[in-house]
């Protein structure tokens, strides 16, 4: 009976490891170790634009570069700073919680602008003729017209005509 | 009723903080107070009811745990409720460990005594959560201990007649200086186990309530697996009679279970289910047995088996102090993990810049609404845009947004749910140390 008791025993305790096992086993087979939130990109690195054919699909593409961009100079991620630019509000409280000063946040803005201007011209999505002076130009405005550039890309882009002036129309057609 | 208590109230948490308008670390101390409580009278507690007769010590303890049960359930600030509390585990402390005594006059022997109180706070531990969710969901949080007062007072009723007797008779123990040393693997062990066990019961429910966003009456639903389960692992010991074999076996299933909800392929209550189901069973079988094993030999019965409540609610109390700051600082990183790589999933899509952007506008602002929380997401993307294109592609978003916030709360647990079942595993050395036991 005692030899009975401890085979049952031994059984219980082996059919609870097969169980553990078959278990844990199973939900690491089908993902469980890598069920977390995707990791974010390095701002810092390049990211490739995928040949965009588009005017709308140029301006997304413009907009992800500025941001990586001045979220590079600020040592941010890309996420958090276009949250920050969302509103003034959410400007206010990302500056204070990275410590930013309205110049430093112009600054990097505007570098952020000329990555994007740069990654456009690589990628084959914008002349060089007009890549030139719209660089110079980014470099030159005040903070709250350089975060509307970010957001409203698509504008810049399509009405380069009155954003460069008279030499807008001779540029426009360099334009894909 | 009383064992449950050290866990009824975790679903009640989320309601008793907006209530009395506290800090989640003050109304983690709701439960860890009762647990403490527990740990430190119920030897004490134990000892007076020796002195002066489990039957006296019962009804005592009942009616003080349905006072106290009273000024819970009407406490208007989180000082009154700890302290209430407090008073509460003084009385559950006495009641239970007398009850020990009292048992075995009404099951017939000591060790079908033993059998039934061991296997009563095991189900009580399981239990407690599921009750508690759906009080706090169907009436309010406060009803959870309203309702004990007239179930207390009902127990008390048939022990006043234990107790007006021992008053008549004056018959009490005289056994005190023979009380023999505590069985300390098997206590040791017990408390190891008791802390993995409040990690399944306490994490699970906020993984559902904080994470998964289920109301508290579907995260009672939903953790009544494991309450069945126990129900099955019961069974399993009249077909062993060797309790170490049980407890090793409960120890590695509660492990098992705790190591499958740490690796949580996807957010989805199905996939819960058999983990909790392995915890389930495991914690029927580890409890049962270790008390077993601590009262086996051991005289007088209350003394031992007020060791054995020391002995698990100092574990539940080292299980929430010890992993509390470590989900909740996970939980915090995850979140913010979660937010950015949804953010990254919109400012990757191909909607238009200036929708996206909007977008992330109303993410962030959903985020400081509910600051602290893992964000429900859905408000931010409403109204959806009138193009049936756009819209497709919004609601696509939506979905792939809610997927990263689901990551980073279920991801937020898992190193929880890794440590308390390495400390199932850890006791499986003093279960080794303890005597063979058979019934």
Request: net charge negative; proline share 6%.
């Amino acid at each position: 009976m005692k030899g009975e008791g401890r085979s049952r025993g031994f059984l219980l305790v082996v059919g609870a490891i097969v169980a553990s096992l078959v278990l844990v086993g199973a939900y690491l087979a089908t993902g469980g170790s890598s069920y977390e939130p995707e990791k974010v990109q390095d701002p810092c690195k390049p990211r490739p634009w995928s040949n965009p054919q588009s005017l709308s699909e140029i301006a997304n593409q413009f907009t992800v570069s500025a941001l990586d961009g001045a979220a590079c100079q600020l040592g941010v991620t890309r996420e958090a700073l276009a949250r920050a630019l969302a509103t003034p509000e959410a400007r206010e409280r990302f500056k204070a919680k990275y410590g930013i000063t309205d110049a430093k946040l112009a600054k990097a803005v505007r570098a952020g602008l000329v990555r994007a201007v740069d990654d456009a011209e690589e990628a084959g999505a914008l002349s060089p003729l007009l890549a030139v002076p719209l660089r110079e130009t980014v470099q030159r405005i005040p903070l709250e017209q350089a975060i509307e550039l970010i957001n409203d890309a698509e504008s810049l882009l399509g009405n380069v005509n009155s954003f460069l002036g008279p030499a807008g129309d001779l540029l426009e057609e360099f334009l894909p | 009723m009383v064992l449950a208590d050290s866990s009824i109230v975790v679903l009640a948490l989320p309601d008793i903080y907006r209530e009395l308008d506290t800090s989640v670390s003050g109304v983690t101390w709701v439960l860890v107070s009762f647990n403490l409580v527990m740990a430190l009278a119920a030897v004490p507690a134990a000892l007076i009811a020796r002195r002066v007769g489990p039957g006296r010590a019962a009804a005592v303890g009942l009616a003080v745990f349905a006072g106290a049960g009273l000024a819970c359930g009407l406490a208007d600030s989180l000082e009154t409720l700890i302290a209430a509390r407090c008073i509460q585990a003084v009385g559950g402390a006495a009641a239970v460990t007398a009850a020990l005594e009292l048992l075995p006059a009404t099951v017939g022997s000591e060790q079908r005594a033993t059998t039934v109180w061991a296997a009563a706070g095991a189900t009580g531990a399981a239990l407690g959560p599921a009750l508690g969710g759906i009080l706090t969901e169907l009436v309010s949080w406060q009803s959870i201990f309203l309702l004990q007062v007239p179930v207390a007072l009902a127990a008390a009723v048939p022990i006043l007649a234990v107790a007006k007797h021992e008053a008549a008779t004056g018959i009490v123990s005289t056994e005190l200086r023979r009380t023999g040393r505590p069985h300390l693997w098997a206590n040791l062990a017990l408390a190891m186990v008791s802390a993995a066990i409040a990690a399944a019961l306490f994490l699970l429910v906020l993984l559902l309530i904080e994470g998964w966003r289920l109301s508290p009456i579907e995260a009672a639903l939903v953790v009544t697996a494991m309450p069945l389960a126990a129900l099955v692992g019961g069974k399993l010991t009249d077909f062993v009679p060797d309790a170490r074999a049980r407890a090793a076996a409960g120890a590695i299933l509660v492990s098992g279970g705790l190591a499958g909800l740490a690796f949580l392929p996807k957010a989805t209550i199905a996939l819960t289910l058999p983990p909790q189901i392995l915890v389930g069973i495991g914690l029927a079988l580890v409890l049962s047995a270790l008390t077993e094993t601590a009262l086996s030999g051991r005289a007088p019965q209350a003394i031992h088996g007020g060791w054995t409540i020391s002995a698990r609610h100092a574990g539940v109390v080292i299980g929430l102090l010890a992993l509390t700051p470590i989900f909740t600082a996970d939980i915090d990183q995850q979140r913010h993990d979660a937010i950015n790589a949804g953010t990254a999933v919109i400012l990757d899509s191909p909607i238009n810049p200036l929708l996206k952007l909007d977008l992330a506008e109303r993410v962030s602002e959903r985020l400081e609404e509910e600051r602290g929380k893992v964000p429900t997401i859905g408000p931010a993307f409403e109204p959806l845009p009138d193009d049936p294109g756009e819209r497709s592609e919004v609601q696509q978003l939506q979905g792939e947004l809610q997927d990263q916030l689901d990551r980073g709360a279920t991801h937020a647990f898992s190193t929880s749910f890794i440590l308390a079942a390495l400390l199932g595993l850890i006791a499986l050395f003093p279960i080794a140390l303890s005597k063979e036991v058979e019934l």
